[in-house]
């Protein structure tokens, strides 16, 4: 997978305002605010900034949180981890390095035991009933 780099002001026009805090500047979305949350389709989750493939519909679950979470990333190496913070490791993108949320272990699944909690103005979804 090629690195996808941009200047920040090529990530400021791309992304709208509230997109370019959460992804470029570290940020997160208020708790229960995206409208990711509910989401219950076919189909997979993509980074918003560059349509990297991030998680598939069957990893995600209801957490509580308030967060889009999943157990398990669509591709091994579609994320990154990185350093520990709020109790969990931040996950970025592989390929645009954009910040979409944190990684904690204590996911529903003992196969994974992951649970990413990921801001939904970080991703969009791409249905498979199209």
Same mark, same amino acid.
């Given at each position: 997978?090629?690195?996808? +780099? ?9 992304? !709208? !305002? ?36 991030? @998680?598939?519909?069957?990893?995600? @679950?209801?957490? #509580?949180?308030?967060?889009? !979470? &999943? =157990?398990?990333? %669509? =591709?091994? #190496?579609? +994320? +990154? ?22 990684? &904690? ?15 939904? +103005?970080?991703?969009? @979804?791409? !249905?498979?009933? %199209?």
């Amino acid at each position: 997978m090629g690195k996808l +780099v941009k200047s920040e002001k090529e990530w400021k026009k791309k992304l !709208s !305002s509230v997109e370019y805090g959460v992804l470029r500047g570290q940020g997160t979305e208020r708790p229960f605010t995206s409208r990711l949350l509910e989401e219950k389709r076919t189909g997979d989750f993509l980074c918003v900034a560059c349509g990297n493939k991030l @998680f598939s519909s069957e990893a995600k @679950f209801e957490s #509580g949180t308030g967060w889009p !979470s &999943f =157990d398990k990333v %669509k =591709d091994g #190496g579609a +994320v +990154v981890l990185g350093v520990r913070e709020h109790g969990g490791h931040e996950v970025s993108c592989k390929k645009c390095g954009g910040h979409l949320g944190h990684a &904690f272990s204590d996911g529903p699944l003992i196969s994974t035991g992951k649970r990413y909690c990921i801001n939904g +103005v970080a991703l969009k @979804f791409s !249905s498979k009933n %199209k």
